[in-house]
C-alpha cells in the first residue's frame, strides 16, 4: 500500500464511501481505485488527488498533504546513483534488495532517520 493510498482508505473508511461509489463519483473504474490504493498503480494524477480532495471537502493543510502524498506514492521507485559515491550506490542496491524483507519497525527506523536528516 502506498502512502497516497493508506490515506485514501482511511478516508474512504472514515466517511463510510464505498470504492464503488468513490470511484462512481470520480468517474475511474473501482478497479483503478483498488489499485491504486493497494500500490498496485503508479502515482496518482493531480487531477485526481484534486477530485479526491474536493470530493471529501478537504482544504489547506488536508489537501496539501494529499499532493504530498501523492508524489510520494510511486511504487515503482528508480533511484539514479550516477555521480555519487560508491557507498551510495551499495546502499541504493542493498535497499533495493532486502526492502521486502525489513521488519516494519526498523522501516519507520530507517524513514525517521532519513527524514531527520533532511530537515
Known sequence: ???FGARLRAL????GVSLTE???AL?????YLSALEHGKRGRPSA???HQVNEYFGLIWDEAEEMTRLG???H???VVDTAGLSPEATELANLLARRIRDLPEGRVRALLA?????SG
Open 1 to 3: 500500500m502506498t502512502p
Open 12 to 15: 474512504r473508511d472514515a466517511r
Open 22 to 24: 468513490l470511484a462512481e
Open 27 to 31: 468517474h475511474v473504474s473501482a478497479a
Open 47 to 49: 487531477g485526481l488527488i
Open 71 to 73: 508524489r510520494i506514492s
Open 75 to 77: 511504487p515503482r521507485v
Open 113 to 117: 532517520a532519513l527524514k531527520a536528516d
